[in-house]
């Protein structure tokens, strides 16, 4: 891993010293249903992205549905992107900036909580057609991700929520992440994404997804 961002840095190097044409011809448009899974959470998601007109820019945004494997929590997520896109050699590079906020509880027979996090990153990312079916991405983000979270427990197991106990914690993550793309035709998709995270934020993580472009 501590290899990756010489490895980003040197393919983007690379492309940036060809010569540009008439633009990759990537499409941006998609909408997508997928699930990713770290040492913290399980996420289902639909996602979705657009290039608006001709200018580059991109937005994106998500909405998932958590799992109790985040350390017995459950919630939501919702996140937000805007990006712009640059066409270098064969691919594009989009640099951009992410945000995303969720909220979750926790409730058993002894203890209930309940948490809200949010996460504020910059980035970059590469990516290039291999073939008319398969295409890769390689990028960059530095991630803040904080957090917050309020609970009550029984402690001395008399049936009474009688402790509460609040935490807060803040850190920053560099998260560095490859994806695979193919093409089953001109509107459907298949795409495997992993990317290389802190332990604090759950390790690294595995996501695949189903996609329609228009």
């Not at 891993?1 to 010489?6: A, D, E, G, L, N």
């Not at 448009?29 to 289902?44: A, C, E, P």
């Not at 608006?52 to 799992?67: H, K």
């Not at 929590?73 to 270098?88: A, C, H, I, M, R």
Request: charge should be negative.
């Amino acid at each position: 891993m501590k290899h990756t961002p010489i490895l980003l840095l040197t393919l983007v190097a690379a492309s940036a010293s060809a010569a540009d044409g008439l633009g990759s011809g990537l499409n941006y448009n998609r909408l997508g249903l997928g699930y990713s899974t770290d040492d913290f959470r399980n996420t289902v998601a639909l996602a979705g992205s657009a290039q608006l007109g001709d200018s580059g820019f991109i937005i994106s945004g998500s909405y998932g549905d958590v799992s109790a494997d985040f350390n017995g929590f459950s919630g939501k997520e919702v996140t937000y992107g805007l990006g712009y896109k640059f066409s270098v050699g064969s691919g594009d590079l989009l640099v951009g900036y992410s945000y995303g906020q969720g909220q979750y509880t926790y409730i058993d027979e002894s203890a209930a909580a309940a948490a809200t996090g949010e996460e504020k990153g910059f980035g970059i990312e590469y990516r290039q057609a291999l073939s008319s079916n398969i295409e890769f991405s390689v990028g960059y983000q530095r991630i803040k991700t904080s957090g917050l979270g309020v609970g009550v427990a029984d402690t001395d197991g008399d049936g009474d929520l009688d402790t509460v106990v609040a935490a807060a914690d803040s850190l920053n993550n560099n998260v560095f992440n490859v994806g695979l793309r193919y093409n089953v035709n001109k509107n459907f998709d298949i795409s495997l994404n992993y990317a290389f995270k802190k332990d604090d934020v759950g390790g690294n993580k595995f996501g695949v997804s189903a996609g329609y472009s228009f």
